[in-house]
């Protein structure tokens, strides 16, 4: 696998992460070529993790976050040069693993020109970052994502948003398949509460120290007394878990709350994150980003969890994660989200279908969705909170999913 960034956090690290643990577990021999300084801190089901060294330290990205070590750059910003060089630089430490029976690259930019130059067979998973935020209407960089998917035996996509975005950004691409991105439904599960909040409590005091919160990338100093004391009293709670920039629309769920009877814990960092606590309505707890190993427990500690995106987004992973934890999503309609929303409906009772998503951008739509899921009688809660982790488990599963995407390579 070649992965060119961390495998922690969210989006293609996590997904990353899952397939080699599960690729692992099914008794493949899995070797990641990633930029992960600290795997055995990971479950990655005995995979073996390379960490090639970059050309003057530089990170092609999406969107400019920090990496310990590194420069990052965005990749349109980089010169043809500093692009070659990255890539040959990856290809070779994936050349010095070969053979292999495949090689399963992210990215259409740069895990595909990555992935053809080793001269192996390969195929590459498209994300919604690169598609989006570097190649569109860049069409040097759309060029060179058509050439270099040419060859592959398969390009995946996580949703049918995603198969148009694709070609629309690079034209016609031959052999793509849609698998959508996956849950771990046994860590994610819904858990009582008592049993919820020991258990996040447990693992905020492991936390690494933060003073002053100088880390973006650490959880909050102090989150254990201000989880235990927000917790200590059952009111509605709705949670929203992400990075805090401005196109993942939080500022939407804050309109909506002033609205609601309700409280918010609000999980994530990024360039937004002053803006938001200035503007933030009463009873809000900001956290900081927590790791999987948080989130398990807080899940399903929410009554409800609201994916707000005003941006087109490839796929609802946090919204698949909060059904399998039973904290039922609210998400914005649109893109990748719109066909999460399709699944939980699929599954809801059907008076309660317009219950799994709002108007995009729309406050007052979310607003009176979510006073009407608060407001449930706690068996109709039970049946919506259950119809979702149905939803998860019979559509996203990281077990489904890793078996899916080798499926071709098995005929």
Known sequence: MWHGYLLAGTG?????????REWSRAGHDVVVVCQEPHPDALDIGGAQVVRPELPDRLLPVFVVDRYAGLEPRLLQNM???????????NAQALRDLLPADLVFANHVLLGGPVAAATGARYAVKAHGSELEYSMRGNAELSAWGRESLAEAERVYVGSAHIRRVLEDVVGHVDRVEEVPPGVDVEEFRPRARDEALAGLL??????????????????????????????????????????????????????????VDARAVIVGFGDYRDELERTAPPRTLFTGPLEHRHLVHLIPLADATVVPSIFPEAFGMVAAEAAAGGSPPLVARHSGLAEIAEGLEAEYPAELRDLASFATGNAADLAEKLRRLLSLPAGERARVAAAARRAAVERWSWATVAARLLEPFHR
């Open 12 to 20: 293609s690290n996590i997904y990353t992460q899952a397939l080699a």
């Open 79 to 89: 010169t043809r040069a500093e692009r070659e060089r990255y890539v040959e630089a």
């Open 202 to 259: 447990e693992e905020v005091r492991r936390d690494r120290p933060n003073p002053g919160n100088a880390n973006e990338r650490l959880p909050d100093e102090g989150n254990a007394d201000r989880l235990r004391a927000f917790f200590g009293a059952d009111e509605p709670t709705v949670l929203y878990f992400g990075k805090l920039l401005l196109n993942k629309g939080v500022h939407v769920l804050f309109e909506a709350l002033r609205d």
